[in-house]
């Protein structure tokens, strides 16, 4: 990079830092520090006006008392300056940062505490799990011929319904001498109706005729918002719903129906809370 371009850039930066301190921050009392933190304006606006779910994050050791909310702002008091009203503010910079900034009168002490309050934040939400509590990663899917089963059923599909589906798969893939290269995908979807809709499917390394039970669905590789999740059903249930999340925080688009990947066996593992499950969702 050329020295005038560098140069331009760096007063841009701290242009666009100074006018968001000025614009969002500018109150009566004194701004006494404002920090620039790289998360998802969303993601990171929820975790800050969610104050029931401060303790996640706020550094141990130093307590407080919430005052009132507003649109991007919390006032509040520290146990060790409860005689001084503050606040902690967060702006937008732009899409994927946002400014957190804490204004007020405190002691020297109180002014330790904020400032590690700041950093405490910036910490937090730069980790996915925090967020999310699933790390979701963009990853690639080289899966590319499926054989699927798809019911409607009146319950949500237990363990061994599910299993006795990925049975019949795995002995069609046999009898036709295709070999299983991953794990068993699994989609279920309640509709309107209140019926399950039951979406049970293999990866082969190679594409199948299928039957009137079982369909062939053919892809390129894809790319995939995936997450590790353990646990049961309900579980699962949670990260899908974190999954939609973080696709919103990111403004993806979703182009296939989301699934979740089977890693543990579960007729062999009982115990729910032990069970591996992969949530999965193709993107655009």
């Known amino acids: 990079m050329l020295p005038n ?12 830092l100074a006018a968001g301190s000025y614009f969002i921050f500018s109150a009566p009392s004194s701004v006494q520090k404002v920090i620039a933190i790289q998360a998802k304006v969303t993601a990171a606006n929820r975790c800050f006006m969610d104050t029931s779910a401060w303790r996640r994050w706020w550094p141990a050791g130093s307590g407080y008392r919430i005052d009132s909310l507003f649109y991007n702002e919390v006032r509040f008091r520290l146990n060790t300056d409860m005689d001084k009203p503050m606040s902690l ?11 957190l900034g804490w204004e007020g009168n405190l002691s020297r002490r109180g002014q330790v505490e904020m400032d590690s309050v700041l950093e405490a934040f910036r910490s937090f939400v730069g980790v996915a799990k925090n967020i999310y509590g699933v790390n979701f990663q963009r990853t690639m899917s080289n899966d590319s011929t499926l054989i699927t089963i798809i019911r409607m059923e009146a ?3 237990s363990t061994d319904y599910i299993y006795e589906k990925i049975d019949s798969l795995q002995a069609y893939a046999a009898a036709n001498h295709a070999r299983v290269i991953n794990y ?11 019926l399950y809709r039951v979406m049970i499917a293999l990866s082969l390394d190679k594409t199948l005729a299928g039957n009137d039970r079982i369909i062939i669905k053919r892809f390129v590789p894809w790319k995939m918002i995936e997450g590790e999740v353990l ?3 309900r579980d699962v249930q949670r990260a899908m719903k974190q999954l939609y999340r973080f696709r919103d925080d990111y403004r993806l688009s979703i182009m296939a129906l989301p699934f979740q990947s089977l890693v543990t066996d579960r007729r062999q593992e009982r115990d729910s809370t032990k069970w591996v499950t992969k949530v999965l969702a193709p993107i655009s």
């Open 89 to 99: 503010r967060i702006a937008q910079l732009n899409t994927d940062s946002v400014l």
């Open 184 to 194: 068993p995908m699994l989609n279920v979807t309640q509709e309107a109706t209140g």
């Open 5 to 16: 371009m560098k140069k331009w850039l760096l007063i841009f930066t701290v242009a666009v």
């Open 155 to 157: 319950v949500y599909p």
């Open 231 to 233: 646990g049961g059903v």
